[in-house]
């Protein structure tokens, strides 16, 4: 009998989640609304396996900007309290933290190097053989190139894929340049309310 396929999940957490407050949310809608449980995500994936695959969750990492204690302590708790719900649930959280320009709070913190860094892990894990299929969950364009070297090195595995949220006011996923198309978990309103984590980390 053949194993299961070993299915990784790369979240880029800050995409995912302004991606679903575009796709299924208002701009003043709470900003809890868009957060989601990212082991449930996973599993709600890896149920959907396309027809004729067998598959199995191998790993969930989640890619995320962290604030400095220092310049925003609330801000920072309210984040290492997600992190301990995401880790105990077991994801694997990689974090990088967030970069303050001269004039902030005037200008915002920004993240940097999340897309470098999910990248450069998707690539290693597909060449050490880290996972049979790698699901990129994020519709950062900047991700290509690693998708692409993917999908162009190995012929049958491992395999790449990406997930993207689906509704009239969002239909984007990352796609490759040539003639190889990458399999798109779309997940729609539906799909959100299942995974959808309305708490208030600031509050608890």
């Not at 900003?31 to 695959?53: E, K, S, T």
Request: glycine share 4%; with cysteine.
């Amino acid at each position: 009998m053949s194993m299961p396929d070993r299915i990784s999940l790369f979240i880029d957490a800050q995409n995912m989640y302004h991606c679903a407050r575009s796709a299924f949310f208002a701009d003043n809608d709470h900003f809890c609304c868009g957060q989601f449980d990212p082991m449930a995500l996973a599993n709600l994936i890896v149920a959907r396996a396309p027809a004729g695959f067998e598959r199995a969750l191998h790993e969930v990492r989640i890619y995320t900007g962290r604030p400095d204690s220092s310049k925003q302590p609330r801000a920072y708790a309210a984040h290492m309290r997600q992190c301990a719900v995401w880790e105990k649930a077991g994801a694997f959280v990689v974090p990088r933290t967030l970069r303050y320009p001269p004039n902030w709070p005037e200008s915002r913190a920004e993240e940097k190097g999340i897309d470098v860094a999910l990248a450069v892990d998707f690539v290693s894990g597909a060449i050490d053989g880290a996972f049979d299929v790698g699901i990129i969950c994020s519709t950062d364009t900047d991700l290509r190139p690693a998708l692409e070297y993917v999908s162009q090195k190995f012929a049958t595995y491992p395999r790449a894929e990406v997930a993207a949220w689906k509704s009239p006011q969002a239909n984007r996923a990352i796609s490759i340049r040539g003639t190889r198309r990458l399999w798109c978990h779309y997940l729609d309103l539906g799909d959100y309310q299942l995974i959808e984590d309305s708490t208030d980390y600031t509050r608890t």
